[in-house]
């Protein structure tokens, strides 16, 4: 460890004078420069920071306003900076000049001034970065992503399963509007983008080709293709999934008469027929006079699809005219549950209400049956007219949705059984299957996508439905594995218009990935940060809690069980340490010495002080953010707890609570993000992962024979930051009920 020297700086400004004794505060570092300023922030107060640095300060400690803020202001090179929250957490958010508004002040500089000794600044790891970028699915999302990373200068690899590029757009005979009036269908204009990629130079297209196996990490990918049984290893950097979609399986409709007639037909068959630019009746060949388009179909319903697939009535409305352009008598009905045509699509909308051969009516479609004469009947209620109908048509349109082509979940499980058995019960072994010829496992790889090497499974995690599983609002793109990115429809259904643009930004997230991997620094949400974790081996029992608890499969195992890291993999969310009962896994700035440290810094008050002392612990993400703004907004909270920002609530180690309450701390708060279908939680699991782990908390407090009301695990969103102030408060007159930790003073 360099040694430190130490410069310590107060900030006055922003009412932090006014409320608590900066000269009493100064007292407190040891062996260190301290200095008052009343306005660090400015060019002046900046001077004076940069000053202690020429003067030979490698770490300072600027207790101020949140760290959240003036970022630029007081970042240095080769400086360890540690940013004390005297403002947000304690001069807003507590009564001036108070005894106990004092001692919190004092603890927050202690720990900061223990952290600012103990943590050192993170330096990047250094291995070669292939900067290639790999694309698998070359429809109109791939080809976008493909032409945009070349465009900025970077060599791609486009792999297609099919024989030609462009996907479903092969089949369309028209797209949606994209300029005014937008009423007008336009051309596809497929074959420039495909003559595009074909001629940039940049650009490698792989045809009638998949994805055997892709090994390593991010900027280190080896990437098998096969190509008609011939096998070519290349290496990328990052990697854009952009397999698209395949239409619901109207099989599963039975009462909408799919299996029963030749002429009900999905809107992607429909979509075939108009591209003959005749309409004939698919069971007989006769001339089709009425169709009918049955809206949502198996969407919307908790039976089959929950979700809306966003373009199927846009889609109706495109076939519609164009069938009404090739046939001018043709008569469409829309059966619809609700229509929806967003932004300047509602152009569209009018057009197909004014064609007065194109009825609307809102209604549940009851059945399909075959009818009289060769025709249909379709039964509807609760229409527009409040009654029920029946109508005939030539032809019946189901407006099926979208589901995305990614790998079954279950498929990731079966693959991994399978290799269990293989191995012959040998449990943590790593994952290689491109080095594996038994014969069982090559059903489980041929239903794969991207056939991953990782201990966790051979595709990215997906939800329910097979959607990519990551944190959907704050990092669409993002994949739980780093530097694969997903895009278009088989991240989140859409159009032409969207995957497109979809494909754009996945091929910017790659360029990030690898450009930042060159650096040695973290993509997301830890944004440039260079730390990554280190492992003492000799203590390491070869639990597995770190591989298994890793939401990102960062790492792999040898033949022993023993964990190998994947630097560029890592998300630096810290939450193998937090598993880690052994205490050998640490970063640079962020260990279990170093938050024990903190901890054990803080002044117990005698039990007969009748002050007790709470410990939070308290996500970055969400809640941090949140308590902030709680200060911004001069909501009070208890002036007994004091906050640890921790990555993630899952990187909390069960021994940082067990010396709390040897410490002395009455109660330990954990506050993370929310977890569950609608998480927040940056790091997908943690706050999950913490959750679970409330056992091993339990256990320990029975250990320790104090009750399990001392600690308390809540989730929050950025939002709820009203919420906060009211948690603390109740959780500090719980603690005030229950009484003092007796271990306080021990």
Request: glycine share 8%; with cysteine; charged share 25%.
């Amino acid at each position: 460890m360099e040694q430190k020297t130490l410069s310590v700086h107060l900030c006055g400004g922003c009412e932090i004078s006014s409320s608590i004794d900066l000269e009493a505060l100064a007292q407190i570092p040891e062996g260190a420069e301290c200095s008052t300023h009343p306005c660090l922030c400015n060019d002046e107060g900046v001077g004076s920071l940069k000053s202690a640095i020429k003067s030979g300060a490698n770490a300072l400690v600027i207790a101020a306003c949140s760290p959240r803020y003036k970022t630029d202001e007081f970042t240095f090179d080769k400086c360890f900076v540690e940013r004390v929250n005297l403002r947000e957490l304690v001069a807003w958010s507590h009564e001036p000049n108070d005894e106990d508004t004092q001692m919190m002040a004092e603890d927050y500089l202690r720990m900061g001034l223990v952290r600012a000794r103990k943590a050192e600044l993170p330096e990047p790891f250094d291995i070669p970065i292939d900067k290639t970028i790999l694309v698998v699915g070359a429809g109109t999302t791939g080809i976008e992503a493909a032409t945009q990373a070349a465009r900025a200068g970077y060599e791609v690899i486009l792999v297609e399963k099919n024989s030609d590029a462009g996907g479903w757009r092969r089949k369309f005979s028209r797209v949606f509007p994209d300029k005014p009036p937008y009423g007008q269908l336009t051309e596809t204009n497929l074959s420039e983008q495909i003559a595009e990629i074909e001629q940039e130079e940049r650009i490698t297209l792989y045809t009638s080709s998949v994805v055997a196996g892709i090994s390593g990490q991010p900027g280190q990918f080896d990437v098998d293709i096969r190509t008609n049984g011939d096998v070519n290893r290349v290496r990328v950097g990052a990697i854009v999934q952009a397999t698209g979609w395949e239409p619901y399986d109207a099989n599963k409709l039975t009462h909408l008469g799919y299996t029963d007639s030749a002429d009900v037909v999905t809107n992607v068959e429909m979509e075939e027929m108009l591209a003959e630019n005749e309409l004939k009746r698919p069971s007989d060949g006769k001339p089709i006079k009425t169709v009918v388009f049955v809206q949502c179909a198996g969407s919307r319903d908790k039976e089959h699809l929950p979700y809306c697939s966003t373009v199927c009535c846009r889609v109706t409305m495109k076939q519609a005219l164009r069938a009404r352009e090739l046939h001018p008598d043709l008569q469409a009905v829309v059966l619809y549950k609700d229509i929806r045509t967003p932004g300047q699509y509602e152009d569209l909308y009018r057009k197909a209400q004014d064609d007065g051969g194109i009825l609307f009516t809102k209604g549940d479609v009851q059945s399909v049956k075959n009818g009289t004469d060769g025709s249909l009947s379709v039964d509807v209620r609760d229409t527009l007219l409040g009654e029920q109908i029946r109508l005939d048509a030539d032809l019946v349109v189901l407006a099926t949705g979208m589901v995305p082509v990614s790998a079954d979940g279950e498929a990731n499980r079966r693959y991994q059984d399978a290799q269990a058995v293989i191995e012959g019960g040998s449990t943590g072994a790593k994952l290689v299957a491109a080095q594996k010829t038994v014969a069982e496992l090559e059903p489980y790889v041929s239903e794969s996508i991207l056939n991953l090497d990782y201990r966790q499974g051979r595709d990215t995690p997906v939800l329910k439905h097979r959607f990519p599983d990551s944190h959907f609002i704050c990092f669409p793109f993002e994949s739980r594995r780093t530097g694969i990115y997903n895009a278009g429809a088989m991240r989140a259904p859409g159009d032409t218009a969207s995957s497109r643009s979809d494909g754009a930004g996945a091929a910017l997230k790659a360029i990030q990935t690898v450009e930042l991997a060159a650096q040695g620094k973290a993509v997301h949400p830890r944004w440039e940060d260079m730390s990554y974790p280190d492992f003492f081996f000799q203590r390491c029992t070869q639990c597995k809690r770190c591989t298994e608890e890793c939401p990102f499969g960062v790492l792999d195992e040898d033949e022993k069980g023993t964990p190998q890291l994947n630097p560029t993999r890592c998300r630096r969310c810290g939450i193998c340490l937090g598993a880690c009962p052994e205490r050998v896994i640490s970063f640079k700035d962020y260990s279990i010495d170093i938050v024990s440290s903190m901890i054990k810094s803080v002044e117990i008050p005698d039990e007969f002080d009748e002050k007790p002392r709470l410990l939070g612990f308290i996500c970055e993400n969400d809640a941090y953010p949140a308590l902030d703004t709680a200060g911004l907004k001069r909501l009070k909270h208890s002036p007994y707890i004091r906050f640890i920002p921790v990555r993630c609530l899952g990187s909390v180690n069960i021994v940082w609570i067990a010396d709390a309450f040897s410490r002395g701390f009455d109660g330990v708060l954990l506050v993370g993000c929310k977890s569950g279908d609608d998480y927040q939680c940056h790091f997908i699991k943690g706050s999950e992962l913490m959750g679970t782990r409330s056992d091993n908390v339990r256990e320990k407090l029975t250990q320790l024979a104090l009750e399990e009301e001392r600690v308390r695990i809540e989730e929050l969103s950025i939002t709820e930051y009203d919420r906060l102030p009211e948690i603390i408060n109740s959780f500090a007159e719980e603690i005030e009920e229950i009484g003092m930790n007796p271990f306080k003073g021990f």
